[in-house]
């Protein structure tokens, strides 16, 4: 089965980038979704197709994706943004379509 | 406001049965894909099942696979999760999902409804 690998924590000051990667195998020919969770409360698409966002997103989100890594990068960092980040794909190698989460990342802001 | 809501959960015996409903509102339901994911507490997200938007194709996670079903009134804009032989794993948060309209991406989420598994 298909497997996406991210850090379990990333900090970073506030103001600051925060990169929060997904690796999986040949990632780069998959679209990936990026998802982010507060404490209690259901995800929230933040980044889709790798790159694309959507509205009401900021801008300070964005994301890519290439080889065998994904990468949501966060700038200009801010207290709100303290939050799980998941990634996800589609993957079609075993006999049916499989949607893969990531292990999810927290990011912590100092 | 797009929307989805979902209730059903309780505490239920191990080997017991369950049936969640997610009821969707703000958008045509009949025409968007739909899906289920858990979180057990304290873990990271697990997807569960999916069905098409006419209910006529439906996959499941290995670790459902024939003890869950998934299926869908559009009629009621309504999803469904009817879940059997439940064991203590299977305790978590369950939410629905919705499939975007030009994206497999998962663009609108329900509260969740918590579903515990013990004796």
């Known amino acids: 089965s298909y497997v996406l690998t991210q850090p379990p924590s990333v900090s970073v000051a506030p103001g600051q980038t925060a990169r929060i990667t997904c690796g999986g195998n040949n990632i780069g020919s998959k679209s990936v979704h990026w998802y982010q969770q507060k404490p209690g409360q259901a995800p929230v698409l933040v980044v889709y197709?790798?790159?694309d966002r959507p509205s009401g997103i900021p801008e300070r989100f964005s994301g890519s994706n290439s080889g065998n890594t994904a990468t949501l990068t966060i700038s200009r960092v801010e207290a709100g943004d303290e939050a799980d980040y998941y990634c996800?794909?589609?993957?079609?190698?075993?006999?049916?379509?499989?949607?893969?989460f990531g292990g999810g990342t927290k990011l912590t802001v100092l | 406001e797009v929307q989805l809501v979902e209730s059903g959960g309780g505490l239920v015996q191990p080997g017991g049965s369950l049936r969640l409903s997610c009821a969707a509102s703000?958008?045509?339901?009949?025409?968007?894909?739909m899906n289920w994911v858990r979180q057990a507490p304290g873990k990271g997200l697990e997807w569960v099942s999916y069905i098409s938007s006419s209910g006529s194709t439906i996959y499941y996670a290995d670790s459902v696979k024939g003890r869950f079903t998934i299926s869908r009134d559009n009629a009621k804009n309504s999803l469904y999760l009817q879940m059997n032989t439940l064991r203590a794993e299977d305790t978590a948060v369950y939410y629905c999902a919705r499939e975007g309209a030009a994206s497999d991406a998962f663009d609108i989420w329900g509260q969740g409804t918590m579903v515990t598994v013990s004796s």
């Open positions: 703000g958008f045509t339901f009949s025409s968007y894909e």
């Open positions: 197709d790798d790159s």
């Open positions: 996800q794909v589609w993957d079609s190698s075993s006999d049916h379509p499989y949607v893969v």
